[in-house]
C-alpha cells in the first residue's frame, strides 16, 4: 500500500498511562523507525494538532492504526 498522504486514526499509550487517540497523515517526512533503546518510533503529521509533526512510541504498548 501506498502511504504517501493517506490520512489514518492512530491510539497508543503515552508515557504517562493516558491513552492516546489522534487523526493523522503520512507525508514524505514521516517514519517509522527503531530508537537507540530499541523500541519503535513513528513520526506522522497530527491532524489534531495543527499539522504538526509528532512522534508515538511503543515503550507502553504498541500503537494501533486504521487507514481511511
Known amino acids: 500500500m501506498d502511504k504517501e498522504n493517506k490520512t489514518f486514526v492512530i491510539t497508543y499509550t503515552k508515557l ?3 491513552s492516546v487517540t489522534r487523526n493523522g497523515k503520512w507525508t ?3 517514519k517509522e523507525f527503531i530508537a537507540k ?3 519503535k ?3 506522522y503529521i497530527d ?3 495543527n499539522n504538526e509533526y ?3 512510541t ?3 504498548t504498541d500503537w494501533k492504526i ?3
Open 58 to 60: 511503543n515503550k507502553i
Open 28 to 30: 514524505d517526512k514521516c
Open 16 to 18: 504517562d498511562g493516558e
Open 41 to 43: 518510533c513513528l513520526t
Open 47 to 49: 491532524l489534531d494538532n
Open 66 to 68: 486504521k487507514w481511511n
Open 54 to 56: 509528532r512522534q508515538a
Open 37 to 39: 533503546q530499541g523500541h
